[in-house]
């Protein structure tokens, strides 16, 4: 008849940790910041681990696993809470201190916040499989206006003019702007007629002149261009869709009722100022190029007065 095996009434340091499932290091960490008591040593100078020693540890690990931060596991043991709030008690709470039902509740918050996340992070892969990488990396705010194009109509520099647009202006300006490329598609001559004042703005490089002819030239083609384009627009009635736009995006972003702005202009959430924007975001234009926008919006500016 084999006898019963009598447990040790003591452990190092290493059978502890194999018996909590964790490490020798971890343990000794736990003493380091006077999470887990010093144990009585033997007479080798060792540390000796009592059946105490082991409850503690098991709670220890147990809570961590849960992702209940060390701190806050120290704050309940030395409270008294974590004996407490195993006994049954209510609240869990010992000496005014927060208690293991506290502790617990602000740790339901944050991993009702990292599943809401990860939700979205998910959402924004799939999205990204279905539409196709660039396309799926704008808001559906903006794709929902371009999922009728034709295939191949929309380039990829039109998908990073978008990408920009957003960030700078939110969903909402990107999906304006989006319509451009809209018009674009269903307009081939106006596209051709984009396609040649864009190379043309950018052959006015480093080597032109600010006051070289050309730039003025140039400008005007571009406010010609600019005034064909909104002229199409306008008669194909795809600016009563930027009129839709507006209405979808307000009755999905509502104002605060005691917002005290809420009869102001503002920026829509996420979207950056003018100025913000020009000493965040480079861009590689030479001063004869930008002297070309200046006098475009110039023209632009000039015919408003005038009409």
């Not at 098991?58 to 704050?75: H, Y």
Request: include cysteine.
């Amino acid at each position: 008849m084999h006898s019963f095996p009598m447990p040790p009434r003591q452990v190092k340091i290493g059978d502890a940790a194999a018996f909590a499932g964790c490490t020798p290091r971890a343990i000794r960490h736990y003493h380091e910041i006077g999470l887990l008591p010093e144990p009585a040593r033997g007479g080798d100078g060792r540390r000796r681990y009592g059946y105490e020693d082991m409850i503690h540890l098991l709670w220890i690990r147990k809570m961590a696993d849960a992702g209940i931060a060390l701190d806050d596991i120290r704050k309940a043991f030395t409270t008294g809470t974590a004996s407490a709030g195993a006994a049954g008690d209510a609240d869990g709470v010992a000496d005014g201190g927060e208690g293991i039902a506290g502790i617990l509740d602000r740790l339901e918050e944050t991993l009702a916040e990292q599943e809401a996340e990860l939700r979205r992070q998910r959402t924004a892969v799939q999205r990204m499989r279905a539409e196709g990488s660039r396309m799926g990396l704008l808001s559906h705010f903006v794709t929902e206006r371009l999922k009728n194009l034709p295939e191949g109509s929309l380039r990829q520099a039109d998908l990073d003019v978008l990408l920009v647009t957003e960030r700078i202006f939110s969903p909402l300006g990107a999906a304006v702007q989006a319509g451009r490329f809209v018009a674009l598609a269903m307009h081939p001559r106006l596209r051709e007629e984009s396609d040649r004042v864009d190379a043309a703005e950018e052959a006015l490089d480093d080597s032109v002149a600010v006051d070289d002819p050309r730039v003025a030239q140039v400008a005007a083609e571009r406010h010609a261009f600019e005034n064909a384009l909104l002229a199409f627009i306008e008669e194909s009635g795809m600016d009563k869709d930027d009129e839709a736009l507006f209405d979808a995006w307000d009755a999905s972003h509502p104002p605060a009722a005691d917002d005290p702005e809420v009869c102001a202009v503002k920026r829509p959430p996420g979207s950056m100022g003018l100025f913000e924007t020009i000493a965040k975001m480079p861009y590689d234009f030479s001063p004869a190029r930008l002297r070309c926008m200046e006098l475009a919006v110039e023209l632009s500016a000039q015919e408003a007065a005038a009409t």
